[in-house]
């Protein structure tokens, strides 16, 4: 369950904000603008933040290895990730106005905190900061181009390329190389049984790219889960730094 972690603590907020690539690229005076109304949340993996329909009251930056999945349920009652965000993003009305209804299921897949951020606060900011609206809005072509690149991935490439992407981006996001995750998660985030799971476990293992333990999957060979992913990686990747860059106005053309 989601716990509030102590606001108080000026080290704590600055880490928090530093910590998540969106709010590290705001301006001293745009930071003044959030931080009196902010929150500091710790999640535990699989809390659900948002459900299918629920109305957004708030926006969580995500920061210190927390991996939040969004997920579209099925009929049949199987569920497939449309798109994962962690400390380069944010969850929850972004880049919505007004009435904003979650499209998706939210839930958290890797343990950590996040800066929670009241709606109608993030807004008012909005309308009083033309680099954060510019901001959100570059995020939004960011996360948008995530979810592309995923329809296209899932249709074409095997599960093997597929999984290695997945891994390489949750590591990102986490900054660690052990990741807090079963294969069965797993499986259901690519969409697969656990058994196909199983089995390309097994293959990056025998490969020496993973070492499974229960609970856990740790990155061993970093360079060679890149060479077994597809090119979907290094796609999303190279478009978010060209849209956002490391000051959230994006990276100039060469």
Known sequence: MDLPMDIHSAANLEQAFAGNRLLAALSAEERALLEPHAELISFDGGDIVLETG???RRS????????????????GGRSVEVAAIG????????????HAPAFTR????????AVAVPMAVLEQAKQESAHLRNLFCRYSDALLSQVMQSVACNAFHPIEARAARWLLHAQDRAASDRLALT?????????????????????????????YRRGAIQVIDRAGLLRV??????????H???????????????
């Open 54 to 56: 629920d109305v957004t």
């Open 60 to 75: 969580l930056f995500p920061f210190d290895g927390l991996m939040i999945s969004m997920q579209r349920e099925l009929s």
């Open 87 to 98: 400390r380069e993003g944010a969850v929850g009305g972004i880049i919505s106005c007004g």
């Open 106 to 113: 939210a839930l958290v897949q890797l343990p950590g905190p």
């Open 183 to 211: 294969q069965e998660s797993l499986a259901g985030l690519l969409g697969v049984q656990r058994t196909t799971v199983n089995a390309v476990a097994r293959v990056l293992q025998e490969q020496g790219l993973i070492a």
């Open 229 to 238: 992913s597809c090119d979907c990686y290094r796609a999303v990747e190279d």
């Open 240 to 254: 978010f730094h060209a849209v956002l860059g490391p000051d959230g106005r994006g990276t100039p053309p060469a």
